[in-house]
């Protein structure tokens, strides 16, 4: 079983719309939860993380962890044309490496 | 702001070929990795050195070797380049390895085997 899963499908949302991407992961000692942003043809950048559990808000973006479901959630408000991109979410997994989801591709139109 | 600079951007090689791929940071980090990103499969780890000295495989090791050339250069050889080689490779670097300490990334080189 893979550290993380993250369905890849791409999502398409109106200029405003609230954007909302999940994944899982498979180990209840995980405790380091990234998210990522990657803009075509550059490499990720680091948008938000939590430690443990619980809801971590940075501007426009939230991230939320749920331990007892093993569940890690990303939600943008009012979404932007600037935040088309591809979002990952990542883990500390085991030997301390970062495992990652395989991302989702937001399109946000105007 | 250089951050992690990786040459070159884009490269093709025939089966067979060899090339090493270059990697450097100025944010004197401990920590540096190679991912492969390949459409469907997401970021996956090739070799990581957790510090100065020190390098391990990762997720998919087989067909590539690394070298920590100092604190700041961290580079990954192709001795045989396969067409399954074809990605796009990108290097990172962290504080540590451990916790919340994040990676930062350079723009990655594109990579087509023929």
């Known amino acids: 079983q893979k550290e993380v899963e993250q369905d890849p499908g791409p999502l398409s949302v109106p200029e405003g719309a609230i954007v909302s991407l999940n994944c899982t992961y498979s180990?209840?000692?995980?405790?380091?939860f990234m998210w990522y942003r990657q803009y075509s043809r550059k490499g990720p950048e680091l948008l938000m993380y939590?430690?443990?559990?619980g809801n971590k808000e940075d501007g426009r973006f939230t991230a939320q962890v749920d331990k007892s479901s093993k569940y890690i959630s990303l939600f943008i408000r009012d979404s932007q044309p600037s935040d088309s991109a591809t979002y990952l979410c990542?883990?500390?997994?085991?030997?301390?490496?970062?495992?990652f989801g395989k991302g989702n591709q937001v399109v946000v139109i105007p | 702001n250089a951050g992690v600079t990786q040459t070159p951007k884009f490269q093709v090689l025939k089966t067979g070929q060899s090339m090493t791929l270059q990697c450097a940071q100025d944010?004197?980090?401990?920590?540096m990795y190679w991912y492969r990103q390949d459409p469907g499969m997401g970021l996956r780890l090739i070799y990581y050195?957790?510090?100065?000295?020190?390098?391990d495989k990762g997720e998919v090791p087989n067909g590539y070797n690394v070298s920590r050339l100092n604190k700041r250069e961290f580079s990954l050889r192709l001795e045989s380049a396969a067409p399954s080689q074809t990605s796009v490779y990108f290097c990172?670097?962290?504080?540590?390895?451990?916790?919340?300490?994040?990676?930062?990334f350079g723009n990655g080189t594109r990579l087509t085997v023929t």
């Open positions: 050195s957790a510090s100065e000295g020190t390098t």
């Open positions: 990172a670097s962290s504080v540590t390895d451990r916790g919340n300490s994040p990676l930062h």
């Open positions: 944010m004197n980090h401990n920590s």
């Open positions: 180990n209840s000692a995980f405790q380091y």
């Open positions: 990542a883990t500390r997994a085991g030997n301390n490496r970062l495992a």
């Open positions: 939590t430690y443990s559990s």
